[in-house]
């Protein structure tokens, strides 16, 4: 049965932006080949998600690979997740500067929730996420914005290298970079449609989440548990089947790098990310039905995993004994992310949550970046830093309850036939909905992984990382 998306409002004018725009009309996601006026780097929101304190330095150094664009954004939200802790710290550390604005999550603890945050108060007509453990090429930001050159492009994602605190493992295949939130080996090699983006390298356009709502919170990580997610592989479903003849671009050239901790080279580790995977891909398969759910990991499993095998056992052959290592891995990881399938779709439950809204913040008096001394959506100063809560957010959702009050929740008819996903994907914690109060230990150990293609000139271990959090090699 088609699953008929509600009506949703009109779009309400931004500052300097004129009328209301209705869904359909030209300049809007879902009417694609009109003549919007593409967006610029300078209006670009760079939203990070930070959580714990033992993240400090790469926290530091994702807002200054930031400031270091060459094409520079129009600002960058920090969003920290129910940690009172490294909040206040962070409001000392980035005291007086305008550049940075601090949120705190208002919706459950997790990531999907700190993306909602950060999308809700975001002034920029392009909203963009980076991880709090990546750093972005000086050219990411203009990139991502280059994207948007055809109006019918709502979606743009990047290439992420993965940065290895140690040497990279000789069994780890690059068809499995996804584990450690990389590129892998398979995806488009160009510029190309995909289905879905990864979710620490990404990019939409500001009125997709005012006509399709926010991240789902029963999907993606939190602290602690399994390495799960999935959020952004159900979000793009979502927004294709709500927005039809829109496009989700992979563009390459958008390029971070994303720091691979040690503890994620065990094998231990990429064993239970994989089953995490399967239960994860469960989940959304029972929101999105398990065709638009599992259609790009099937080609991945027929085409690109049986060549890695082939390749990795020639390589044996020919003396090299990373082959057979390499053979092995992406028979056990495919083993464990079809039992953790398996045993999602035969034990998971089918409730959901429903899909929370987002909307804009109230404009804010003064140029775009500035913030006076109420700032933008009820915000208040806090040493300097923007600190956002309470009932900025619950005027935000009001705004756009209306069109968010249809949700996936079961099989319904694809939008536009995708070639790829960026992310082969995780998935779901059940998450209450209610504000829980910020944790102060600021412990606790969430995977934050997202997904790209690993060939490219850097070769699949991407420039090493070097001390206080900078790669060699990004330019």
Same mark, same amino acid.
């Given at each position: ?5 509600a009506?949703?409002?009109?779009l ?20 694609p080949?009109t003549?919007?006026?593409p ?9 990070i ?6 993240r400090?330095?790469d926290?530091?150094?994702?807002v ?34 305008d550049?940075?604005?601090l ?11 700190g993306?909602n ?14 991880d709090?453990?990546?750093v ?5 930001v203009?990139a ?23 040497r990279?493992p000789?069994w ?5 970079d996804w584990?450690?939130g ?39 990580r939190?602290?602690?548990?399994r ?7 159900e ?11 829109s496009?989700?671009?992979y563009e390459?050239?958008?390029l ?15 064993q ?19 065709? /638009? #759910? ?6 991945? $499993? &027929?085409? !690109?995993?049986?060549?890695?095998? +082939?390749? *990795?056992? @020639? ?13 092995g891995?992406?028979?056990t990881?495919?083993?464990?992310a079809?039992w953790?399938?398996?045993?999602g ?6 409730a ?11 404009? /804010? #008096? ?6 006076? $001394? &109420?700032? !933008?959506?009820?915000?208040?100063? +806090?040493? *300097?830093a @923007?600190r956002i809560?309470?009932?900025?957010r619950?005027s935000a ?8 009050a249809?949700s ?11 070639t ?13 909905t209610?504000?829980? #109060?910020?944790?102060?230990d600021?412990s606790? $150990?969430r ?29």
């Amino acid at each position: 049965m088609t699953e008929r998306p509600a009506p949703t409002p009109p779009l309400g004018p931004r500052p300097g932006q004129g009328t209301p725009r209705t869904p359909g009309t030209p300049g809007t996601p879902g009417a694609p080949g009109t003549g919007d006026v593409p967006p610029t780097a300078g209006e670009v929101s760079v939203v990070i998600c930070a959580y714990t304190e033992q993240r400090w330095e790469d926290i530091l150094a994702a807002v200054g690979s930031l400031r270091a664009q060459r094409r520079p954004p129009l600002e960058t939200l920090l969003v920290v997740d129910h940690n009172a802790r490294l909040h206040d710290r962070l409001a000392e550390h980035f005291a007086g500067d305008d550049t940075v604005r601090l949120l705190e999550n208002e919706q459950a603890r997790g990531l999907s929730g700190g993306k909602n945050t950060g999308a809700a108060h975001a002034r920029g007509r392009v909203v963009a996420y980076l991880d709090d453990d990546a750093v972005a090429d000086r050219d990411w930001v203009g990139a991502l914005a280059d994207g948007y050159a055809d109006p019918a492009v709502v979606a743009v994602g990047g290439h992420t290298l993965p940065s290895w605190d140690i040497r990279r493992p000789l069994w780890f295949p690059p068809e499995f970079d996804w584990v450690v939130g990389c590129s892998y080996r398979g995806l488009p090699a160009h510029r190309a449609p995909v289905r879905n983006l990864s979710g620490g390298n990404a990019s939409f356009r500001r009125e997709v989440f005012e006509r399709v709502g926010g991240f789902r919170t029963d999907l993606g990580r939190s602290r602690g548990g399994r390495p799960m997610g999935c959020e952004e592989t159900e979000f793009c479903i979502r927004l294709s089947r709500l927005l039809p003849g829109s496009v989700l671009l992979y563009e390459p050239a958008a390029l971070i790098h994303h720091r691979v901790p040690e503890a994620r080279t065990r094998f231990g580790y990429f064993q239970s990310r994989c089953y995490a995977e399967g239960l994860s891909k469960a989940q959304v398969a029972r929101l999105a039905g398990r065709g /638009a #759910a599992l259609a790009s990991e099937r080609r991945h $499993a &027929a085409v !690109a995993l049986p060549r890695g095998v +082939v390749r *990795g056992l @020639t390589d044996a052959l020919r003396g090299r004994p990373r082959g057979l290592g390499q053979a092995g891995a992406i028979v056990t990881g495919t083993a464990a992310a079809a039992w953790g399938l398996l045993r999602g779709t035969v034990g998971g439950s089918g409730a959901a949550a429903p899909v929370p809204p987002t909307a804009p913040p109230a404009p /804010a #008096a003064g140029p775009a970046g500035a913030l006076g $001394a &109420a700032g !933008a959506g009820g915000a208040t100063r +806090v040493g *300097g830093a @923007t600190r956002i809560g309470g009932p900025a957010r619950a005027s935000a959702v009001a705004a756009a309850s209306s069109a968010t009050a249809s949700s996936t929740t079961g099989p319904s008819t694809p939008g536009p036939s995708p070639t790829a996903s960026t992310t082969p994907g995780p998935s779901a914690t059940s998450a209450p909905t209610q504000r829980r #109060a910020p944790a102060r230990d600021g412990s606790g $150990a969430r995977a934050v992984a997202t997904g790209s293609t690993p060939l490219s000139a850097a070769g699949p271990d991407g420039p090493p990382r070097t001390r206080g959090g900078h790669r060699r090699g990004a330019r």
